[in-house]
């Protein structure tokens, strides 16, 4: 048996949804697994010379908690990782939705996208980034484990801007945030998500003020000053801009009147365009 799984980035939050807005975007992780070939694992992209070899990797480290003690057969495997690691990008996302799908189908069990993903949204903890690796497309994630998928608008244009050497860590942006908020920075991010959903599917126009927000994103961007200065910067430029994920990658969307400035050195822009489908599987 051998099958290749991919796996998309995501951007999670997106500015007032905070840990319910997710967004795919193409660009993609793969991992070919081969249960006729010897035990081995290889690497190659992003965090190749840092990522274990020897299973204690966060892919089959999944896999074996789906297994749930029945028997996995011994496999080679290699990873192509194209999505930064800690970038807020999703890279965990990406590898527990992979070692999930992967394990369903070694099973024999088939990986359709609800299932995975609440095999995923369990073991990783943040089904706003589970959601869209799953179902691509714009995805709003219920706090119940319900998921609505929704087309976004043909002209929505994202760009990423990421730092080449700053990291954060999701367990320190969290830790970052207040425990409370006042009722009147909770209704401003009501109404701005509100206003997102009209943005992201039907008026791309509307961002710039859709995607302002209250709870997390002054308190993450004061952990990484560089990275605040290039958001004023993209901010000042007219171009909606939003932390993404937990940070420190940033996700602007421009338009024909407004392009993102460059960053400069030690920052690396990407323009995938968004992913309408989830995971795939391929045989072969």
């Known amino acids: 048996m051998r099958f290749t799984v991919r796996v998309p980035a995501t951007s999670a939050n997106l500015g007032p949804g905070f840990d319910c807005f997710g967004l795919a975007l193409d660009l993609c992780n793969e991992v070919t697994v081969d249960t006729t070939a010897s035990r081995h694992i290889s690497w190659e992209g992003e965090g190749a010379d840092e990522l274990p070899t020897d299973g204690s990797?966060?892919?089959?480290?999944?896999?074996?908690?789906?297994?749930?003690?029945?028997?996995?057969?011994?496999?080679?495997?290699?990873?192509?990782?194209?999505?930064?690691?800690?970038?807020?990008?999703?890279?965990?996302?990406?590898?527990?939705?992979?070692?999930?799908?992967?394990?369903?189908?070694?099973?024999?069990?088939?990986?359709?996208?609800?299932r995975v993903f609440t095999h995923a949204?369990?073991?990783?903890?943040?089904?706003?980034?589970?959601?869209?690796?799953?179902?691509?497309?714009?995805?709003?994630?219920?706090?119940?484990?319900?998921?609505?998928?929704?087309?976004?608008?043909?002209?929505?244009?994202?760009?990423?801007?990421?730092?080449?050497?700053?990291?954060?860590?999701?367990?320190?942006?969290?830790?970052?945030?207040?425990?409370?908020?006042?009722?009147?920075?909770?209704?401003?991010?009501?109404?701005?998500?509100?206003?997102?959903?009209?943005?992201?599917?039907?008026?791309?126009?509307?961002?710039?003020?859709?995607?302002?927000?209250?709870?997390?994103?002054?308190?993450?961007?004061d952990l990484v000053p560089s990275v605040r200065a290039v958001f004023d910067s993209v901010v000042a430029a007219r171009v909606p801009v939003c932390v993404s994920g937990a940070g420190p990658s940033l996700m602007a969307f421009e338009d024909h009147d407004h392009l993102v400035p460059d960053p400069g050195s030690g920052w690396h822009v990407l323009r995938p365009a968004v992913r309408s489908s989830g995971f795939e599987v391929d045989e072969g």
């Open 121 to 221: 949204a369990s073991i990783e903890g943040h089904p706003d980034n589970a959601a869209p690796a799953c179902f691509g497309g714009f995805t709003i994630a219920m706090p119940g484990g319900a998921v609505r998928r929704i087309d976004v608008h043909p002209d929505l244009s994202p760009v990423l801007l990421v730092p080449d050497h700053v990291r954060l860590q999701t367990d320190r942006a969290r830790r970052a945030l207040s425990d409370s908020v006042s009722r009147a920075d909770a209704v401003f991010n009501v109404a701005h998500a509100a206003l997102s959903v009209e943005a992201f599917t039907r008026d791309p126009s509307l961002l710039g003020e859709a995607m302002r927000d209250r709870l997390h994103q002054d308190a993450r961007l």
């Open 57 to 114: 990797d966060l892919f089959h480290a999944t896999m074996r908690r789906v297994a749930a003690g029945r028997t996995l057969p011994p496999f080679e495997m290699h990873g192509i990782n194209r999505v930064p690691l800690a970038r807020g990008l999703g890279s965990s996302s990406a590898a527990v939705v992979a070692g999930v799908s992967a394990a369903l189908a070694v099973l024999g069990d088939t990986p359709s996208p609800q």
